[in-house]
T-cell receptor, first 112, second 111 residues
Framework: KAGVTQTPRYLIKTRGQQVTLSCSPI?????VSWYQQTPGQGLQFLFE???????NKGNFPGRFSGRQFSNSRSEMNVSTLELGDSALYLC???????????FGEGSWLTVV | GENVEQHPSTLSVQEGDSAVIKCTYS??????FPWYKQELGKRPQLIID?????GEKKDQRIAVTLNKTAKHFSLHITETQPEDSAVYFC??????????FGTGTRLQVFP
């Protein structure tokens, strides 16, 4: 099976712009979660989607949003980008039922 | 909500020595505890996990122990090798709820 695929891998945006990141989970996995990774804060949970519904949400401002499509692919959007949004955004998929999550390679976002 | 503390933040060992990383969780309802290894520039990958109905689990040179009473769990790596150098993350969750990660431990194994 192919692993979790994230696009784009690298991107540079300007403050105030918005960005959309995409994630294709492992085939058959219906749960997709998103994490933000920064050197100082480690892996911070953003949100999780299952069957097109948001199941869980972390403590991030409303500028961070996501959605999931009927084929389980997910997107996350960050509006009005700030310098502090520069980070590695990791998507993970999980087979349900089950606990183990499998990460994608991530999308490196730099905000200038 | 759940909080996971991880120590130490950095750990340097000589090749062949053992390494121990410790994590403490706050929610006594947590029952799933995975450990992930992240090499430089790569994705975090699961190396071992343990559920609350088990006190210890081993897989070759790595082992995880869980103390539910004290709400802490530890990763033990024996006979360390240079390729063990990476950042290690512990995590905790309640069932299939969101995984909460510790802040990571950078392990350096010197030849």
């Amino acid at each position: 099976k192919a692993g979790v695929t994230q696009t784009p891998r690298y991107l540079i945006k300007t403050r105030g712009q918005q960005v959309t990141l995409s994630c294709s989970p492992i085939s058959g996995h219906r749960s997709v979660s998103w994490y933000q990774q920064t050197p100082g804060q480690g892996l911070q949970f953003l949100f999780e989607y299952f069957s097109e519904t948001q199941r869980n949400k972390g403590n991030f401002p409303g500028r961070f949003s996501g959605r999931q499509f009927s084929n389980s692919r997910s997107e996350m959007n960050v509006s009005t980008l700030e310098l502090g949004d520069s980070a590695l955004y990791l998507c993970a998929s999980r087979e349900t039922p089950g606990n183990t999550i499998y990460f994608g390679e991530g999308s490196w976002l730099t905000v200038v | 909500g759940e909080n996971v503390e991880q120590h130490p933040s950095t750990l340097s060992v000589q090749e062949g020595d053992s390494a121990v990383i410790k994590c403490t969780y706050s929610d006594s309802a947590s029952n799933y505890f995975p450990w992930y290894k992240q090499e430089l520039g790569k994705r975090p990958q699961l190396i071992i996990d343990i559920r609350s109905n088990v006190g210890e689990k081993k897989d070759q040179r790595i082992a995880v122990t869980l103390n539910k009473t004290a709400k802490h769990f530890s990763l033990h790596i024996t006979e360390t090798q240079p390729e063990d150098s990476a950042v290690y993350f512990c995590a905790a969750s309640i069932g299939t709820d969101k995984l909460i990660f510790g802040t990571g431990t950078r392990l350096q194994v010197f030849p």
